[in-house]
């Protein structure tokens, strides 16, 4: 058995967030660990758990589905009761919808994540781990960007998610909750929804002629889906980590006319590509360059990304070409 796997054997933790790509897939590698997982998911009338749905039964066994919103601190709490490790990752996240809806996005990101930190002070867990995104530094002012970078909330999004981590250190410093804030660059794998950049790009090249998009110019560092679960389970289990921020990304980055060659490459014919005015984020909220700087990842929870981008784009491709049936019902998570 390994040390990771001997760490997580028979411990509870709860996973917020738990529907959508990333917490599906943490929660699966949990399962896979031997923990016993909560799943917080939100509430709809349908009582859909969103992606864990796509999880093989094996997976599912054991996972206790809890229905709710961070809104709602009873909620919260009695959800984390019990747990000795926390993952928080429920957060409205799509950009466009911050800018029609900001004040929902602020309520669920903002008043979410305090209810998460007041619920882990008063239960007192061992572990809160809570999400952030590199769209909370902005177009980088320097580069690569480290976790010294000013915060530029340049959407009502990644405003939000700012306020989230303020709250996060402040609780750190103030109550000293055991919390430590992860920052992932742009993460991607199967089961991406529809609406992020790479599962759109293959969407259009396996079923059209033309690929439309935004902008072309704007530069993005993109993650594997396995090694972003990776970085939340080392920064979990990591002693002496309390109250850091760590990014997790390549260090590398790509134009995205250059990311919509690669895919048009794997695609393996002829695809046309135009810029659709619609895809475009306002002029002082496009984020035009997000690279990481990852050393203090490396030094301080020892990760470091296994997963190119080339292999990354193939296994997304594959799946996305073996699930279209998904894409084209303009399936959103």
């Given at each position: ?14 996973v917020?967030?738990?529907?959508g790509f990333?917490?599906s897939?943490?929660?699966?590698k949990l399962?896979?660990l ?13 009582n ?5 749905r796509?999880l ?21 709490q009695?959800a ?6 926390v ?12 800018y029609l ?9 903002v008043?979410?994540t ?6 882990a ?11 952030s995104?590199s ?12 976790e010294?970078?000013?915060?530029q ?20 410093l ?9 920052r992932p660059?742009?993460?991607?794998g199967?089961?991406?929804?529809a609406r992020?950049v ?10 059209r002629?033309?690929?439309?998009l935004g902008?072309l110019?704007a530069?993005r ?5 396995s ?5 939340f ?12 921020t ?11 006319g250059?990311l ?5 490459a794997?695609?393996?014919?002829p695809?046309?590509?135009e810029v659709?005015?619609?895809?475009l984020?306002p002029e002082?909220?496009?984020?035009q360059?997000?690279i ?13 990304p ?13 799946w996305i070409?073996?699930h ?10």
């Open positions: 058995m390994s040390s990771e796997q001997n760490f997580w054997d028979g411990k509870s933790v709860l917020t967030g738990a529907g990333i917490g897939h943490l929660i699966e399962v896979e031997g923990a016993r997982v909560r799943a917080f998911v939100r509430y709809n009338s349908r859909d758990p969103g992606l864990l796509m093989p039964l094996s997976r599912l066994e054991g996972v206790e589905v809890i229905a709710g919103d961070l809104r709602d601190l009873p909620a919260i009695a984390m009761r019990g747990t000795s490790h993952f928080h990752l429920g957060a409205l996240i799509a950009i466009p919808y911050s809806h900001p004040a929902e996005v602020v309520e669920t990101n008043i979410g305090l209810n998460m930190l007041l619920a002070r008063d239960l007192g867990v061992e572990r809160l781990v809570h999400t995104t769209e909370v530094y902005g177009t980088a002012l320097r580069v690569p960007i480290d010294s970078h000013p915060l909330g340049q959407s009502p999004y990644s405003a939000s998610k700012i306020g989230a981590d303020k709250l996060a250190e402040s609780f750190y103030s109550y000293n909750l055991p919390v430590v804030t992860l660059f742009n993460t991607f199967p089961r991406q929804s992020a790479i599962p759109a790009l293959i969407t259009q090249a396996l079923t002629d033309t690929i439309r902008n110019e530069r560092d993109f993650t594997y889906v090694d972003t679960v990776a970085g389970l080392r920064i979990a289990q990591t002693p002496g980590v309390e109250g850091q760590l990014n997790l990304g390549t260090g590398v980055e790509i134009r995205i250059a919509v060659e690669k895919i048009c794997l695609a393996d014919r695809i046309q590509i659709d005015p619609e895809r984020r002082k909220s496009e984020v360059r997000l990481s700087d990852n050393r203090l990842a490396l030094e301080r929870i020892g990760w470091s296994q997963v190119t981008l080339d292999e990354g784009l193939r296994r997304t491709f594959e070409q073996e279209q049936d998904l894409y084209s019902k303009g399936y959103v998570v």
